[in-house]
Structure formats: structure tokens, C-alpha cells
């Protein structure tokens, strides 16, 4: 299984809406990312989980939280978007976070419109 | 802050044309990373560069990675309508502790039948 799997695939939600996005890998990974990604630019980094321990924060703002319950589970809460934070939301995994011979694989996304 | 370029950001070719997009760094890379993006897709990883001065090639793709480890380059031969897509060079760039994975600005690849 080589497989990062993102939930859901679409969201729209209100600008005083909670709601999380869920991604899963089974691939003993133990580095997990969330990446956002808005139209023709690249992915950009907002988190970085390593052995379940948050270990990079791009100065994301706090109306994003991230959560690692387990090695294989990571989510994304959401709280109080503005509709600049739509965007491509998108889980990567990678066996370390040291990336010495290894890559990073993503999932299909979230695509999360905030209205 | 760091930063990795590519050029062009868009590039339009006949099929069967060549194709090569530029990566550059303000700072020295740990290794090398391209991805490819299809259109309303997700990045998925073509090839990892670590030595200076390295070349892999992956049928019609050649991956080169500059001697300063600064740069990296991405040639298709031979375009076909299935290259399309965008893209990605992406630096691991080692800072204290941490490496992040910083992707490129990308480009757009369009292959006209």
C-alpha cells in the first residue's frame, strides 16, 4: 500500500464553521506534512509531524491545527477560515523527516472553498 | 528566505518537441527532488538527486543536478501528450536541525497534439 489517503475531497464551509480534514498512510511512515496549495503555485509547507510530535510550524495562523493522534492518522482542524484560505489542501508522508534517500508521498487533497 | 526558482513558468510545445525547465536555488541543496503535478492532480515524485554534478536519466528524461548543488534541470525528449502536467523541482535545505522539502515555483507544461 503506497497510498496517502485524503478525506474528504471536496469542503465548502462558512466562515464561523468547524470542520477537520483527515489523512491516513499505511506505510510506516513515520513523517507526516500538510501542505497548502493555491491555483498555478506550488505547494507550500505548513506543518511538519515527526514520530507523532510537531516538529516544523511555517508560522501557520491558529484557526489551523494540526493533530497527530497516531502514527498513521493526521488531521487538520479548521476554525474561523477566511475565504483567502481556500485552497488545495494536501497530506504527505515520507519514512523520516530527514529526506536523506527517501520522497514524499501526497495525497489527493482537499479542496477547501470557504465562503 | 530561501528560495527555489524555476524557469519558464509556462512553456507550450508541439509533440515531439524537447522540452527542458530550469531549477536554481539561493542556497546550497542537501539533494534534489522533481515532481510532477497533472492538471487537478496531486505532486508525484519522478526522481531524487544527490550528488553534485549528477545525472539520471528515466527513458525520455533527463534529471541533472548542477556541480554547486545550486541548480537542476529537467529535459524531456520527444514530447508526447501524456508529459502534461506542472512541473516541480523541490531543494531539501538543511537549516539547524530541520530539512524541509521547498518546492520550486514549477512549470506548466502544454503539449499540443
Known amino acids: 500500500d503506497t497510498e496517502v489517503t485524503q478525506t474528504p475531497k471536496h469542503l465548502v464551509m462558512g466562515m464561523t464553521n468547524k470542520k477537520s480534514l483527515k489523512c491516513e498512510q499505511h506505510?510506516?511512515?513515520?513523517?507526516m506534512y500538510w501542505y497548502k496549495q493555491k491555483a498555478k503555485k506550488p505547494p507550500e509547507l505548513m506543518f511538519v509531524?515527526?514520530?507523532?510530535?510537531?516538529?516544523i510550524n511555517e508560522s501557520v495562523p491558529s484557526r489551523f491545527s494540526p493533530e497527530c493522534p497516531n502514527s498513521s492518522l493526521l488531521n487538520l482542524h479548521l476554525h474561523a477560515l477566511q475565504p483567502e484560505d481556500s485552497a488545495l489542501y494536501l497530506c504527505?508522508?515520507?519514512?523520516?523527516?530527514?529526506?536523506?534517500?527517501?520522497?514524499?508521498?501526497f495525497g489527493q487533497g482537499t479542496r477547501l472553498t470557504v465562503v | 528566505g530561501q528560495q527555489v526558482m524555476q524557469i519558464p513558468q509556462y512553456q507550450h510545445v508541439q509533440e515531439g518537441e524537447d522540452f527542458t525547465t530550469y531549477c536554481n536555488s539561493s542556497?546550497?541543496?542537501?539533494?534534489i527532488q522533481w515532481y510532477k503535478q497533472r492538471p487537478g492532480g496531486h505532486p508525484v515524485f519522478l526522481i531524487q538527486?544527490?550528488?553534485?554534478?549528477e545525472v539520471k536519466k528515466q527513458k525520455r528524461l533527463t534529471f541533472q543536478f548542477g556541480e554547486a548543488k545550486k541548480n537542476s534541470s529537467l529535459h524531456i525528449t520527444a514530447t508526447q501528450t501524456t508529459d502534461v502536467g506542472t512541473y516541480f523541482c523541490?531543494?531539501?535545505?538543511?537549516?539547524?536541525?530541520?530539512?524541509?522539502?521547498?518546492f520550486g515555483s514549477g512549470t506548466q507544461l502544454t503539449v499540443l497534439p
Open positions: 504527505a508522508s515520507s519514512q523520516d523527516r530527514w529526506l536523506r534517500n527517501t520522497e514524499a508521498f
Open positions: 538527486l544527490v550528488k553534485s554534478g
Open positions: 523541490a531543494g531539501i535545505i538543511s537549516s539547524g536541525s530541520a530539512r524541509q522539502l521547498t
Open positions: 506505510m510506516g511512515h513515520r513523517a
Open positions: 542556497t546550497t541543496l542537501s539533494n
Open positions: 509531524y515527526s514520530y507523532e510530535k510537531l516538529s
